[in-house]
């Protein structure tokens, strides 16, 4: 009898400590927004755009001064943020190209298997939505084959889902906007559908509550999920990724007043970035409310540079930085980074050394204490040791492909090589972030051994994407 109460008691606390280990697990929430330059900030500089919510962020947090996207562009940088890989090693090379294939482990997999409930909230990107209707804007790979690149986030472990396929206006995402060039663009007719949808599920879209500003449309369906999820006392991952920037820009009327005093394109991109900006508050403001904000990792980033200005309504700011959205210069990777985490950060921190988005992977479940998986390789790292101040330094190189591979980049803590069919370029991008002054005649040694390196790193990538087209 003894021996089986001791058991019993054995089993008891056993399941007491599995139950108050899962209230720990921090919750997790990667914000992400579309084609908003480093310099869109209140608190990089910008001399107009108002973004309150994300400087008191970075005031409270971490602010990663040199944080990248993993590409220049959209869809890469997206699939490096579930795989702690870069996206070149499946096949996501470029917009709407490639899906986060069958054979990766997305984080949503990771988490679920702890206990987490999983939801995706607004772009997805990484796959079609439906294999006959869904994006009528399709374009790249996704055109010609949409039932190859049939991924739904439904189908990788996200279990609620509120998502497009690519892009919609940042106002009224569901109506067409007509034209949004010249000084005088035409007046949207509310019953032309853009033709893309919102998707909750196989086959089921949904029109209600989309009409206004499109990061509120999102995060109405966010803040649900979160909701529940803390009823339930679920730890939760919630990937939101807004639409904003990205064109079509429409600034609804309530923002654009604000900047009245500003040309008209100008009016509506510095408006959706604030109302934006606006939910961001409204998402903290809620998790205090629920009583899980300082148990909650918020992460805050964009998916590369602003587009070039000349694009409609496209006044982004690199920050003073050179190139844009689809470069490899620092202005088209560089990007706004932001972490809260309350239990674990006391204090404000700045954190210099070179991140990218390859690295939340392998961050978040440094976290949660789960080894890496040792059949693939990560090109992310865990960035613990520098989000807690025990270290300053990256300490290992960050490879970028771009263009199919053509143009390539190897960056370490200080230096940061450009390789392009035309020539080699060497940066101390700390003294340099601007990228005036080539090095690679000056610094010979480094230079040959960062081109051996970036050579055995970029020759294990196109292994990989080799084999996904094959």
């Not at 917009?95 to 607004?122: I, Q």
């Not at 893309?196 to 803040?223: C, H, Q, W």
């Not at 509506?268 to 148990?295: F, P, W």
């Amino acid at each position: 009898m003894t021996t089986r109460i001791v058991s019993l008691l054995g089993v008891l606390f056993t399941l007491a400590f599995t139950q108050a280990f899962s209230v720990q697990k921090p919750n997790v929430i990667l914000c992400m927004t579309d084609d908003q330059g480093w310099g869109d900030t209140g608190y990089n500089g910008h001399p107009h755009i108002k973004t309150p919510h994300l400087d008191r962020m970075s005031r409270e947090g971490v602010t990663f001064t040199r944080f990248y996207s993993a590409a220049a562009m959209c869809s890469p940088t997206r699939g490096s943020c579930y795989t702690g890989r870069n996206p070149y090693r499946f096949g996501v090379t470029f917009a709407m190209k490639g899906m986060l294939e069958a054979t990766e482990l997305p984080l949503s997999t990771v988490l679920k298997k702890e206990g987490y409930t999983t939801g995706h909230f607004g772009k997805w990107h990484l796959g079609t939505l439906s294999k006959k209707k869904g994006d009528q804007k399709r374009w790249g790979g996704f055109a010609g084959n949409p039932a190859r690149y049939y991924c739904p986030p439904w189908e990788r472990d996200v279990d609620v889902c509120f998502v497009t396929e690519s892009k919609v206006p940042t106002w009224d995402p569901l109506i067409d906007p007509g034209s949004i060039k010249g000084k005088n663009p035409a007046t949207p007719d509310p019953n032309k559908p853009y033709g893309n949808d919102y998707f909750v599920g196989p086959g089921k879209t949904v029109t209600e509550n989309t009409r206004g500003d499109d990061s509120r449309v999102i995060m109405d369906r966010a803040l649900p999920f979160i909701q529940g999820a803390v009823k339930k006392e679920q730890p939760f991952l919630a990937v939101i990724w807004f639409h904003t920037p990205h064109s079509p820009v429409v600034g609804g009327p309530k923002h654009r007043n604000r900047y009245a005093d500003k040309p008209e394109p100008a009016q509506h991109y510095y408006a959706c970035i604030t109302a934006m900006d606006e939910q961001v508050g409204r998402l903290r403001a809620e998790l205090k409310k629920l009583g899980v904000s300082d148990n909650t990792m918020l992460w805050f980033c964009s998916d590369n540079g602003p587009a070039r200005q000349g694009s409609p309504r496209h006044v982004g700011s690199n920050g003073g930085l050179s190139g844009h959205k689809l470069s490899i210069q620092e202005g088209g990777i560089r990007v706004p980074g932001l972490l809260v985490w309350p239990n674990r950060l006391k204090k404000p921190r700045t954190v210099a050394a070179p991140c990218v988005t390859s690295d939340y992977f392998p961050t978040i479940l440094d976290v949660l204490g789960i080894p890496l998986r040792k059949d693939r390789v990560y090109d992310g790292i865990s960035l613990l040791p520098l989000i807690l101040g025990e270290r300053q330094t990256r300490g290992r190189s960050i490879g970028f492909l771009n263009k199919n591979g053509a143009e390539a980049v190897w960056m370490g803590d200080r230096h940061k090589m450009i390789v392009t069919s035309k020539r080699i370029q060497l940066f101390d991008i700390p003294k340099d972030p601007h990228e005036k002054e080539d090095l690679s005649s000056k610094l010979p040694d480094l230079k040959n051994r960062m081109e051996s390196e970036l050579a055995e790193w970029k020759a294990g990538v196109m292994k990989e994407l080799n084999a996904v087209k094959n």
